[in-house]
């Protein structure tokens, strides 16, 4: 541990939000010698990427339920002087989900990246897609190739995006295509192009208007696998504060920040609990739509003022439920996505800001892998619904009980016929409580869409707009949502910092 007089030579950098992207930028600014506070307003770490726990036993993942791609996550660890594998017990799952397709007949499609038993299956459902497989998954390897440096990079002006690499990859790209147009290329029938484009979902973007290059996402799932985290996601947020703390970062829990101090345009500490801070860098963490407007004096964006913030496009949001059930389900896999027999319509609606009347929806049964989310016996089910956001308006206290009852209704589908007799935990967040209780700007679950003119530096930058000192980290910024992605923007942000503060990285032991 340093000497105090040591400490107070470092620079001291203030973390809004110990989310995903807080607690990774934490680490590696801590890592590279600054003082670091992690100014947290809940109880918790980990933001959506949390383990919620009820009194009977039954532990939920608030928000994402696996992890993907942990090449990012391992190399920051590293960097930190710790183990990613020594500090999480990661499960790769196979299959990596179910996907059931509604219709006369239902047809069920187990997902794995073992490719022959992949074909297989395609062939099962659609025998002339099968040659698809090895070329998508070829064409997406090259395509990552390309777009890495774009995940890679800060983009602090629009030059940024007329180099000649960005427009030699163009092509590549096709970034005038939709993701269900790109995997016609692949895939003629609408089901085996709808089990490699679902994953825009991860994004709250719809496979028919999410931009090509996130072919990528499902790519990634088959190249690199599909992990849970025993313990479920929230123990990758503890395992990186017990990084942090080891490193010195003082988690300040319960202690929301009132306002970002500013001198002029720069950044100049935090305000909480009534008293300022002093910081010669910040980095905000918490949910873009909703923080900066309150935390950010409007006069200070030009680029992303409150009637910008307002106009901007967002993903839509979720209604789930968290529900501890008397009983296993070992007919259900451990993720199940049910594809409505009207999809497209499903997404029209959620779009036009109506709820789907037949929704499809995620179901995780992660007891099946990980008994220890829930009593002996028992089974705690996270259930997923996309719906509109809160920009379309809806009274959710006089919906739930509605939607409640449709979602259970629906869960038929997958076979759980008994199951309302055996729920004996539950609770409900709907889009309304994703915006008052956890902060999320408008109940949109995956932050600003990524369409084209919200992608690279038409997004908040990882240095923000028009300011000094202040610095965004989160799917709200550059390069976008996704844990692997909120990470690497962790990533870009720190090594800004870490610039402008001419930190000298010290040695760190593992």
């Known amino acids: 541990m340093s000497a105090p007089y040591l400490r107070r030579a470092m620079p001291h950098v203030a973390?809004?939000?110990?989310?995903?992207?807080?607690?990774?930028?934490?680490?590696q600014l801590a890592a590279a010698g600054a003082r670091v506070t992690l100014f947290e307003k809940d109880g918790v770490v980990g933001g959506r990427t949390r383990t919620l726990t009820s009194p009977e036993g039954y532990r939920f993942d608030l928000g994402p339920t696996f992890f993907l791609?942990?090449?990012?996550?391992?190399?920051?660890?590293?960097?930190?002087?710790?183990?990613?594998?020594?500090?999480v017990d990661l499960i790769r799952l196979d299959p990596q989900y179910r996907l059931v397709f509604e219709g006369q007949p239902q047809?069920?499609?187990?997902?794995?990246?073992?490719?022959?038993?992949?074909?297989?299956?395609?062939?099962?459902l659609a025998p002339g897609d099968v040659a698809g497989l090895r070329?998508?998954?070829?064409?997406?390897?090259r395509k990552l190739e390309v777009f890495r440096p774009f995940l890679e990079r800060p983009f602090l002006s629009h030059r940024g995006m007329m180099?000649?690499?960005?427009m030699k990859s163009l092509p590549q790209l096709r970034p005038h295509q939709q993701v269900d147009q790109d995997l016609r290329r692949y895939f003629a029938d609408p089901r085996v192009r709808l089990a490699f484009g679902f994953q825009t979902k991860y994004l709250g973007m719809s496979p028919f208007r999410c931009p090509s290059l996130f072919t990528i996402l499902s790519f990634l799932e088959y190249e690199h696998g599909v992990f849970h985290p025993r313990g479920g996601c929230g123990a990758v947020s503890d395992a990186m504060a017990r990084v942090a703390e080891r490193l010195g970062v003082e988690i300040r829990l319960d202690t929301p920040v009132e306002r970002i101090a500013f001198?002029?345009?720069?950044?100049?500490?935090?305000?909480?609990?009534?008293?300022?801070?002093?910081a010669e860098a910040v980095i905000l963490n918490a949910d873009f739509a909703h923080a900066v407007p309150k935390l950010v004096p409007d006069?200070?964006?030009?680029?992303?003022?409150?009637?910008?913030?307002?106009?901007?496009?967002?993903?839509?949001?979720?209604?789930?439920?968290?529900?501890?059930v008397e009983g296993t389900f070992p007919q259900l896999a451990h993720h199940n996505v049910l594809l409505a027999e009207e999809y497209q319509r499903n997404i029209r609606q959620i779009q036009s800001g109506e709820l789907p009347d037949a929704p499809s929806l995620y179901v995780q049964n992660p007891c099946i892998t990980d008994p220890s989310l829930a009593p002996p016996g028992h089974s705690s089910l996270y259930v997923l619904v996309p719906v509109p956001n809160l920009r379309h308006g809806g009274d959710w206290k006089a919906e739930a009980p509605r939607y409640r009852r449709l979602a259970l209704d629906r869960l038929k589908t997958l076979g759980l016929h008994d199951i309302e007799?055996?729920?004996?935990?539950?609770?409900?967040?709907?889009?309304?409580?994703?915006?008052?209780?956890?902060?999320?700007?408008?109940?949109a679950t995956f932050n600003l869409s990524h369409d084209l003119m919200q992608m690279l530096s038409f997004r908040p930058r990882n240095r923000f707009n028009d300011t000094e000192g202040l610095y965004l980290v989160g799917g709200g910024t550059h390069p976008g949502s996704g844990l692997p992605v909120i990470y690497e923007g962790a990533r870009i942000t720190a090594k800004l910092v870490q610039q402008e503060l001419a930190l000298a990285p010290r040695t760190v032991m593992a």
């Open 15 to 27: 973390v809004v939000g110990a989310g995903p992207g807080g607690l990774a930028a934490a680490m």
């Open 69 to 87: 791609y942990p090449r990012i996550l391992r190399e920051i660890f590293a960097a930190c002087g710790a183990d990613l594998d020594e500090e």
């Open 107 to 124: 047809v069920t499609l187990e997902a794995t990246s073992d490719l022959p038993r992949m074909e297989a299956a395609i062939a099962a």
């Open 135 to 141: 070329r998508f998954m070829n064409d997406n390897r």
């Open 163 to 166: 180099t000649p690499g960005v």
């Open 263 to 278: 001198a002029g345009r720069r950044a100049t500490g935090v305000v909480a609990g009534g008293k300022e801070i002093a």
């Open 299 to 324: 006069h200070l964006r030009k680029d992303w003022s409150d009637r910008k913030i307002e106009k901007a496009r967002y993903s839509c949001s979720t209604f789930m439920l968290y529900l501890g």
């Open 421 to 443: 007799p055996r729920i004996r935990y539950e609770r409900i967040v709907s889009p309304q409580s994703w915006q008052d209780e956890f902060a999320v700007g408008y109940g």
